[in-house]
């Protein structure tokens, strides 16, 4: 799968589960650890696993296992999943904010993903 796949099959499985403000980051050119960043955030622990449950189930159907996981136990407020070059940050709510990866990463490109959410949805 190319990147662009990989970060349609994220954000769209993001969406499924109503995370919260869905963004893509561009930062390969700010930073080895990868080359994108998906940042969402659930309203409750329990929203913030599903969310990364759903990726995790929805990137495995492709054949895409991540690299590595953290934070998946119980009362996680941050879970991350390493699929090498797209990193993806899923919060609960009052962690991201006191985090503000965005802010942090504010040189980033943000990514248009409009058209990857439901009408509805897209911010």
Same mark, same amino acid.
């Given at each position: 799968m190319t990147q662009q796949e990989v970060l349609e099959v994220i954000v769209k499985a993001l969406d499924s589960k109503r995370a919260e403000k869905i963004k893509v980051l561009r930062v390969? %050119? *700010? !930073?080895?650890?990868g080359d994108f960043f998906v940042i969402a955030n659930g309203t409750s622990t329990t929203h913030t696993r599903t969310l990364a449950d #759903?990726? #995790?189930? +929805?990137m495995s159907q492709k054949g895409i296992e991540p690299m590595h996981r953290e934070g998946r136990g119980n009362g996680s407020n941050w879970v991350?999943? %390493?699929y090498a070059d797209v990193i993806v940050h899923i919060f609960y709510k009052? !962690?991201?904010e006191?985090? +503000? *990866? #965005?802010r942090l990463w504010a040189d980033a490109e943000e990514i248009d993903i409009s058209?990857?959410?439901?009408p509805n949805r897209a911010e």
């Open positions: 390969r %050119d *700010l !930073t080895i650890l #759903e990726v #995790e189930y +929805q991350v999943l %390493d009052e !962690t991201r006191f985090y +503000q *990866l #965005e058209a990857w959410l439901k």
